[in-house]
């Protein structure tokens, strides 16, 4: 068993809070199972824990259970032993174990227990708690330089492969790749390593995104003087990070070299979150606590400071969303990620959270300023990501506690402005005030079929079943405003032929379109029924 001296990775002798070391690890390292005393307790180091030995004296230190499963019968022995000996915390892998007795135990005795992810190596584990301990309550990077792990990652990688390997992020920024001997490399790697940035081919973006929807390993063929690759997502829990490529050796990517790329994703997550600097972090636990507030789990009380924002000053709900479906959510990941790039260069204050549908930003000051990054935020987001996005803002205000209901203002302008191609890039419930209400209406009578003009549900009905144009040539005629001439031109009839088909329906379902309230309700009802080419004819 081996204790980590405080001394040697610590410039000071205060402990670190639990609450510190676990929000600059984030949640894809360490989730607590239970905290009886709180997380406010302090942390000196970590002891890592071998069967074999007896429990060491660890004050105010972290008892890594390697080995150990969390259901052993000896877990309440080692519980109560760490305890008698100063510990403060456990550190177990669930594995599918019945954590029960272990939790239980450790309540009594006043101990936290966390739990790490299964696939974490051990020893990446108590690397980056000695790198957060040793520098006061945030990761730093090793001796040798930031990054020198992930080129060591590469390497490893390109000598098991065969090929060149490149590690990169979201914004295909080559953050480290491999430098083995007789490796296979092509131009575009060489490119890449060269600017320090993939070339951005239009092929490039669909195998991005394809692999970034992949849980495995992706492979491409070779593309002009492209040779084959592998490439597979980097992920801390359900965020995406970044990907690693490896160009295939002389003989494919075989079962050993497949293996190591989904192993080398594990240690890259760990470090590529180690070697964030301290104001993406930051950014990173912000947007942690306004997404708890977005789904009204934290308070405006306890969430305000940690926003960096004062009681009294007003802020202001920005969305942004992209225009074409994204199921697997990768592709809104990167517009939060350009996003936030962009919030960083020019309004480092702005707190932002990532959903898997949206972007939200909340953004302090004035209209015109809120606009002024709104407008960067999107073609920042767009460019980076080379989709459409749109984005929304809301009314400003002073109560935090409102931003459960903005986020609902935000997403209904969002999918009224998406639905409007008049709308403009950033729209507000004015700019589509139109569409809200009718989705509004639309909503009700979807919902409550009461609602509807039995006599225009029925003439749809016909429509459906028997082919004809009804409704197409009401809601045209109402759009005209009663206009026989305009609604004949875009129903491309003669005028003669559209009088006939009113008074034909007027006749066959029982319409009154003499009454401004009948012919308002018939509008509505209509407006809401998706638009179909007219038919060639109507009996």
Request: with cysteine.
């Amino acid at each position: 068993m081996t204790l980590s001296d405080p001394t040697k990775h610590r410039s000071g002798t205060a402990p670190i809070s639990l609450r510190a070391l676990l929000e600059a690890l984030g949640p894809s390292a360490l989730d607590v199972l239970v905290a009886p005393v709180g997380l406010d307790v302090g942390v000196r180091g970590t002891a890592i824990f071998d069967a074999v030995d007896p429990v060491p004296d660890g004050p105010d230190s972290m008892l890594i259970l390697v080995g150990t499963r969390a259901d052993s019968p000896e877990i309440a022995d080692l519980v109560r032993a760490a305890a008698d000996h100063g510990f403060v915390a456990l550190v177990v892998k669930l594995r599918g174990c019945d954590t029960t007795a272990l939790v239980d135990e450790a309540r009594g005795r006043g101990l936290a227990v966390l739990a790490t992810p299964d696939d974490v190596p051990w020893r990446h584990l108590d690397g980056l708690l000695v790198s957060v301990l040793g520098s006061g309550g945030l990761p730093n990077g090793d001796a040798t330089g930031p990054g020198e792990t992930l080129f060591a990652v590469a390497n490893a990688l390109g000598a098991i492969i065969g090929g060149s390997v490149a590690i990169e992020d979201l914004a295909q920024h080559v953050l480290a790749y491999s430098s083995v001997a007789g490796q296979q490399i092509d131009p575009l790697r060489e490119r890449g390593i060269l600017d320090r940035r993939v070339p951005d081919y239009p092929h490039h973006r669909g195998q991005y995104l394809q692999v970034l929807q992949s849980p495995g390993v992706t492979r491409f063929p070779p593309v002009d003087d492209e040779l084959p690759r592998a490439a597979v997502a980097i992920r801390a829990g359900d965020m995406p990070l970044g990907t690693i490529w490896a160009i295939e050796g002389e003989d494919g990517l075989t079962p050993e070299g497949e293996r190591a790329l989904l192993d080398g994703v594990k240690v890259a997550a760990l470090h590529m979150l180690r070697e964030q600097d301290v104001g993406e972090r930051e950014r990173h636990l912000r947007g942690e606590v306004l997404r708890a507030m977005l789904a009204g789990t934290r308070s405006a009380e306890d969430g305000a400071e940690r926003l960096g924002l004062t009681p009294g000053s007003r802020a202001v709900l920005v969305g942004f969303a992209t225009v074409e479906p994204d199921p697997s959510g990768t592709v809104i990941a990167r517009v939060g990620h350009a996003v936030s790039q962009y919030a960083a260069a020019y309004r480092p204050e702005v707190a932002i959270a990532t959903t898997p549908d949206a972007v939200y930003a909340v953004v302090s000051g004035a209209d015109d300023g809120v606009r002024r990054f709104s407008d960067g935020a999107l073609a920042s987001s767009s460019k980076a990501t080379g989709t459409t996005v749109q984005a929304a803002m809301t009314r400003s205000t002073g109560d935090l506690d409102d931003l459960a209901t903005l986020r609902a203002e935000v997403d209904a302008v969002l999918g009224a402005a998406m639905a409007d191609e008049r709308a403009p890039a950033v729209a507000t419930v004015a700019d589509v005030h139109t569409r809200l209400l009718l989705d509004r209406v639309g909503d009700q009578l979807a919902r409550d079929p009461r609602l509807r003009h039995p006599e225009v549900q029925r003439m749809t009905e016909h429509d459906r079943d028997r082919g004809t144009d009804y409704g197409v040539t009401v809601l045209a005629w109402l759009e005209a405003f009663n206009d026989i001439g305009s609604a004949a031109a875009r129903l491309q009839v003669h005028p003669n032929t559209l009088r006939y088909r009113l008074r034909r329906i007027e006749e066959k379902f029982g319409l009154d379109f003499t009454d401004p309230e009948s012919r308002l309700s018939a509008w509505l009802q209509l407006r809401m029924v998706e638009a179909r080419p007219p038919a060639q004819s109507s009996t």
